[in-house]
T-cell receptor, first 116, second 111 residues
Framework: DAGVIQSPRHEVTEMGQEVTLRCKPI?????LFWYRQTMMRGLELLIYFNNNVPIDDSGMPEDRFSAKMPNASFSTLKIQPSEPRDSAVYFCASSLGGFSGTDTQYFGPGTRLTVL | DQQVKQNSPSLSVQEGRISILNCDYT??????FLWYKKYPAEGPTFLISISSIKDKNEDGRFTVFLNKSAKHLSLHIVPSQPGDSAVYFCAETLLTGKLIFGQGTTLQVKP
């Protein structure tokens, strides 16, 4: 398996522009997670889906952020409008969805977003 | 407020010696604690976990110790190797399956 695939790997945009990050989870995995990594706060969970349904979006910073999972093999995280403080590395992860500590999450390589 | 804290942003150790990475938590209602390892330009990868009902778990050179009374856990790497140089995240998993990560500790193992 190719693992979790994220695109683009790098994104540089200007403040106010719309940004869309994409993720393809591992085939057969039922849970998908979006994280943001910053120096100050480390890895923060933004939202996660189980069987394509959003379960917990309490980590989404504000209304400028939205996430969708139209099918089991694709998810997007959109920021509109983007701001410089959104600059971070965004990770997507997937797991079998067993809801236990032994349900390992597998991370993609991340998208480094820079908002100028 | 951070539920999982890694108070040391960085650690430098000589090859062959022991590396000890620490993590403190506030929430007693956790299921497991996990350690993830991250190399530059890659996503984190799972390293080792410990159940809330245990106080120690060992896997080769890696051992996790859990002190529930102090709400503290530590990851020991013995002996440390240059390839262990990475960022290490501890994370608690809640009963819902959600992971709460710490800020990470950068380990440098010098040859």
């Amino acid at each position: 398996d190719a693992g979790v695939i994220q695109s683009p790997r790098h994104e540089v945009t200007e403040m106010g522009q719309e940004v869309t990050l994409r993720c393809k989870p591992i085939s057969g995995h039922n849970s998908l997670f979006w994280y943001r990594q910053t120096m100050m706060r480390g890895l923060e969970l933004l939202i996660y889906f189980n069987n394509n349904v959003p379960i917990d979006d309490s980590g989404m910073p504000e209304d400028r952020f939205s996430a969708k999972m139209p099918n089991a093999s694709f998810s997007t995280l959109k920021i509109q409008p983007s701001e410089p403080r959104d600059s971070a590395v965004y990770f997507c992860a997937s797991s079998l969805g067993g809801f236990s500590g032994t349900d390992t999450q597998y991370f993609g390589p991340g998208t480094r977003l820079t908002v100028l | 407020d951070q539920q999982v804290k890694q108070n040391s942003p960085s650690l430098s150790v000589q090859e062959g010696r022991i590396s000890i990475l620490n993590c403190d938590y506030t929430n007693s209602m956790f299921d497991y604690f996990l350690w993830y390892k991250k190399y530059p330009a890659e996503g984190p990868t799972f390293l080792i976990s410990i159940s809330s009902i245990k106080d120690k778990n060992e896997d080769g050179r890696f051992t996790v110790f859990l002190n529930k009374s102090a709400k503290h856990l530590s990851l020991h790497i013995v002996p440390s190797q240059p390839g262990d140089s990475a960022v290490y995240f501890c994370a608690e998993t809640l009963l819902t399956g959600k992971l709460i990560f710490g800020q990470g500790t950068t380990l440098q193992v010098k040859p």
